[in-house]
């Protein structure tokens, strides 16, 4: 029997698409409501949710950007942090009402919301630069530094959870538990100070700090349109050394900070792989015959990754927070990096804007997660 | 096998190999350490900081260290002296008490091929008074009436007191940069990267490539026509720093090929003992001392129990007990000495009043000295003295020093020391109001002359606000400023380095070096290492 189109796209817009597909020799009507959910149900529970999630969006920000706004100001305001105790009390009341320091805290309050909502960050004290201009030509580099981290934790996490729970309760377990739990709970600058001194100092296989070397960064300097991002620069120099330097120095920050996060995949993974290898159909394959290999490998493995994607927003945020301490270990120049220099230097413009960046980018992460989320398992909306 | 898990395996080998042609590829640059260090050019790192490019935005080392390199000044001292002479101009003298007429020789030219004239030499002082940023250098032209264009290559600098003969001095230093009239604003400051862009340079060096605080690669510039030589070595790059202890690694590691500022005392000592690197010392500046408050302090003037003699007493027991040479080599391991003047060593008038008059007479402690004035004063012992420090602004090894000073004086039972610790925002706040009887400062000079150790302390209005109160010292600083005699001029600053120590307004105790770390093949820091506390990059070059 001809299918006809409309149905073919409800049947693959519903949940359980791969099983009606194997019945597709059923008339549509005969289908199970507890299968098979009514097309406009499911998409319109989708669209509500993404447009929910999206407008949840907008108060977290603005308490996020409220909290920085106010923390920093419960300090006193920016000029005083910055030139106090070196201009006379004269100049230094002049400076403040120039720059509109002295008007009411509501009015700077809503005159910082507008500024925020026009993308207008100000002005660094410390060096004069537009704020945006940071965020911009660091953020490529945190950025940059959060995509191979998150790749460390997948290669390290997901691997070792398997294993972990392939070997439930048994030695290798047991080390690869421990392992986890150093991983996370180990502080990121100190870790990055041991790999520093295993890799640089003693073996000397990787660059003590930095982005590049200075052979490599002038070479991607003299690039027309160069991104911020060092890989893709690296690439585009068409230099095969540059993008080893590149890499070369990416290795240990990626593995300090990355390992944070795959110690929390690795429990994760291992936790839902044995729930996984505990459940009826799992039950079923052992039953059959099937080794536990391949009951790991082909049937837990999969179910077990949909709740680490979940957690990725959350740790995103654990990313950025870490991002921070292991830009300052490595001198790895992003805005974890500037964020630190900013906030020894009492430039509270630059601290305001960054940390707002970061408030939106944890936002935003957790909203495409969240929508993933929901994309992959429907009992999330409902 | 299914569809699904045929690409979950793709996508795992994908991963795994993409991780394994990362690792090679990283693999392969790690195994050649030491490119940045190798060929023609020399590489330079520091923690230091770039404020801003222009220089009427900025008045601290890090952006003067770039400066000094890139941009002309009219006068300056040679490698190893001491003497300010023409640098881009061809003379410069007094032609009456308040005119000061500079000659340029004809025919100069910016990097860019732009006209190097009086007009950029009046343009560039009128731009600094005119912007006066605060993070500027625009205070020290408090003497600059204005600037007249004569003709092409002459310049009169209009002074409002008369024989100001700390003015040429200061042409040697922050403020005294000349910029181009064609590139820079005259009522704002100029963006870095429109400088470099315009490539307005006329020092040893121009800016080939400029990464904010990152990296900055520095040329020979073929068009300099100043008082150094030509550059020695023709790329330099500059490389920032956050950490110290990254620098010392990359130095040591052979990553750079030069450190300078700021490594710790610790680092150095470490790095001294190690064959691949040379630690270099020259002269320092930087000073530091304790501040009484006249007022606040035991027995101060504003106090219940007031007796300017007890009060000298108490001021003069801490000058007999601080161990000097215990704090150089305890805390920091001898990249600081023992200061007994006010005027550093190495700096012209600098003598060392307070050997003879406190401790042994022979630089030491001694805590019988002490114990004998404070009992002809009629003090009360042990003195209750509250001693301030900042825990963030004169490095990491601040605790240990105020700790070991606040040993030493209690442990001869005379002093009982509340040592206290505040940030430096705060600490800048508290010390001019009169909050700390007694406290932590370091001052780091900004120009090479005796004159910028004396007249910001110890005039009557002084920067330190410390209600010290000396009129014949007061006339002697002004005098000095205006004397033209060198000689004349030297005997007082003598002289109130004298009256000072018997006044005891500051306690002297630690005098900084300069410190580079080299490579084995890198040669001329010393030559650069010198009492103007510019690190010339002209002078180095790598065998």
Known sequence: MARSPERAIRIRASPDWRTLTSTTTAPASSASPAKRRPPKSSGGGLGRYIIVRALLIIPTVFILVTLVFVLMRSTGDPITAKLGGQLPADQLAERIHAAGYDRPIIVQYLEYLGQIATGNFGTTLTDNRPVTEILVTYGAATLELAFYALLVAFVVGIPFGLIAAYFRDKGQD??????????????????????KLIFSVWLGWLPVAGRASVSAQLQMELLPNKTGLYTIDAIMTGNPAVLGDVLAHAVLPAIALGLLTAGVFLRLVRTNVIGTLSTDYVDAARSRGVSEYRLVRKHAYRPALIPIITVIGLQIALLLGGAVLTETTFEWKGLGFMLSEYLQARDFVAVQGIVALLAVIVALTNFIVDIIAALIDPRVRY | MTSASKNGRRGLVAVAGLSAAA?????????????????????????????????????????????TQVFPYLLNTDYQSTDVVPDLAESAEFTSPTEYTVKLPAGLKWANGNDLTADDVKFSFDRQVAIADPNGASSLLYNLDSTEVVDDTTVVFHLKAENDQVFPLILTSFPGAIVDDEVFAADALTPDDDIVAANAFAGPYTITSYDFNT??????????????????????????????????????????????????????????????????????????????????????????????????????????????????????????????????????????????????????P?????????????????????????????????????????????????????????????????????????????????????????????????????????????????????????????????????????????VPYLQGAQVAVTGTDVEGADETLDASFKFRYAALSKG
């Open chain 1, 174 to 195: 047991a080390s690869l538990r421990v392992f986890a739990i150093l991983c996370y709970a180990t502080p990121v600058f100190f870790s990055g100070l041991l790999l």
């Open chain 2, 23 to 67: 690792l090679a590829l990283a693999g392969c640059a790690a195994g050649q350490p030491g490119d940045d260090a190798s060929g023609s050019s020399i590489t330079i790192g520091t923690t230091d900081k770039v404020t801003t490019l222009d220089p009427a935005g900025s008045y601290d080392n890090g952006s003067l260290a770039v400066q």
């Open chain 2, 215 to 364: 990296l900055i690669s520095f040329k020979k510039n073929p068009e300099y026509k100043g008082l150094l030589a030509e550059a020695k070595t023709d790329t330099v790059n500059l490389k920032y720093y956050a950490e110290s202890s990254n620098l010392k690694l990359d130095v040591q590691e052979g990553g750079i090929d030069v450190a300078y500022r700021s490594l710790s005392a610790t680092d150095i000592d470490d790095l001294k003992g190690n064959d691949k690197v040379n630690v270099v010392e020259g002269p320092g500046g930087e000073i530091r001392y304790i501040v009484f408050n006249f007022d606040t302090q035991p027995y101060g003037a504003k106090t219940p129990e007031a007796d300017p003699a007890k009060a000298l007493a108490v001021r003069q027991a801490v000058a007999d007990l601080i161990d000097r040479d215990e704090l150089a080599d305890q805390v920091y391991k001898g990249t600081y000495t023992p200061l007994y003047s006010y005027v550093p060593a190495g700096i012209a008038g600098a003598v060392e009043p307070l050997v003879e008059m406190y401790g042994d007479g022979q630089g030491a």
């Open chain 2, 366 to 506: 001694d805590a019988d000295k002490a114990a004998e004035r404070l009992t002809a004063a009629g003090v009360t012992t042990p003195v209750e003295l509250n001693l301030q420090y900042s825990n963030d602004h004169y490095g990491p090894s601040s605790a240990d020093e105020y700790a070991l000073i606040k040993d030493q004086l209690e442990s001869t039972g005379l002093f009982t020391v509340n040592l206290q610790t505040t940030e430096w925002v705060q600490y800048s706040e508290d010390r001019t109001s009169d909050v700390y009887p007694a406290y932590q400062l370091g001052w780091f000079p900004d120009y090479s002359d005796a004159d910028n150790y004396v007249t910001p302390f110890f005039l009557i209005e002084n920067f330190l606000g410390n209600h010290y109160v000396n009129q014949e010292v007061n006339d002697l600083i002004i005098k000095q400023a205006s004397e033209p005699d060198p000689a004349t001029r030297t005997a007082d600053i003598e002289a109130i380095q004298e009256k000072v120590a018997a006044d005891l307004s500051t």
